[in-house]
């Protein structure tokens, strides 16, 4: 039992000594690679990354140019928008004064017909009816056939005739080849008002003309009349057409070509619009 007890002990003990790895002998003989220097290490690692550098800088410069477009197209339409509604709104405002002067005109007219008891005074009343019925309905609209416009003019001076004598003289013309053209309402009436208001004198011969020469792409319009009253003070002379001076320019920018002038003894009113930009 002891030499068994002996056998089994020596075949456990441990030795002393420190372990030690074995190698075989082949690989014994090779040598380790040399450690790569820092700016070697440093090139291969940006030569790695390269390409996703370029594509992450390449997708970000898309992503900001695609927001800036879109921040800029919102931006635009916000101002064209409120361009537009600046634009209606001024519209609105003077088209508000202009009818007040119409009216006031006419009531003057109707008011001195009634003064001499005149016979017309009830077809004076009806006429101004008409005109007022399109002017209330007709134009709200932005665009009214151009022969509707022409028919209120004509029903405007046959209003006037009413209050005239025989030594005025009205010659009312129209040539028009085209009858689909649509226009912005009252963009003449101020032309015609400023003729019977400044250019009738009851002691002398008077001349009022009134043309239209309407084309395909191009209305011609000329008032021509006598200068027999002189702007005082205070006076509103000139009001409804500074008016509709400036909704010309803002229906039809740079497609317009006004010109208003005196020359001996007469005020000569020539327009020139046109209605298409080609």
Not at 44 to 68: D, G, W
Not at 159 to 175: G, S, Y
Request: hydrophobic content about 40%; some cysteine.
């Amino acid at each position: 039992m002891i030499s068994i007890h002996k056998e089994k002990a020596d075949t456990v003990s441990v030795s002393s000594q420190p372990a030690r790895l074995s190698i075989p002998r082949a690989v014994r003989g090779v040598r380790a690679a040399p450690a790569l220097p820092f700016d070697n290490n440093y090139i291969f690692m940006i030569h790695m990354m390269l390409p996703n550098i370029i594509l992450f800088t390449l997708y970000l410069t898309v992503s900001s140019m695609f927001k800036i477009f879109i921040e800029w197209n919102a931006s635009y339409k916000r101002q064209k928008e409120a361009e537009m509604e600046k634009k209606n709104s001024e519209l609105n405002f003077l088209k508000a004064q202009l009818n007040p002067h119409f009216f006031f005109n006419s009531l003057n007219t109707i008011f001195s017909l009634s003064i001499k008891k005149s016979e017309q005074t009830p077809v004076a009343i009806l006429n101004l009816s008409e005109l007022m019925r399109y002017m209330l309905y007709e134009t709200n609209k932005d665009t009214v056939p151009l022969e509707e416009e022409i028919l209120y003019i004509k029903n405007y001076i046959e209003l006037q005739k009413l209050r005239l004598t025989e030594n005025v003289n009205i010659i009312f013309e129209v040539d028009c080849d085209e009858t689909s053209i649509f226009i912005p309402p009252l963009l003449f009436i101020s032309f015609i008002e400023n003729a019977f208001k400044h250019g009738i004198d009851p002691s002398k011969e008077n001349e009022i003309i009134v043309k239209f020469k309407v084309q395909k792409n191009e209305i011609d319009f000329s008032v021509i009349n006598d200068i027999n009253r002189i702007k005082s003070n205070g006076d509103s002379f000139g009001l409804g057409i500074e008016n509709t001076v400036k909704r010309i320019n803002l229906y039809f920018p740079e497609r317009n070509e006004l010109e208003t002038y005196a020359d001996s003894g007469k005020f000569y009113v020539k327009l020139k619009l046109k209605l298409n930009e080609d």
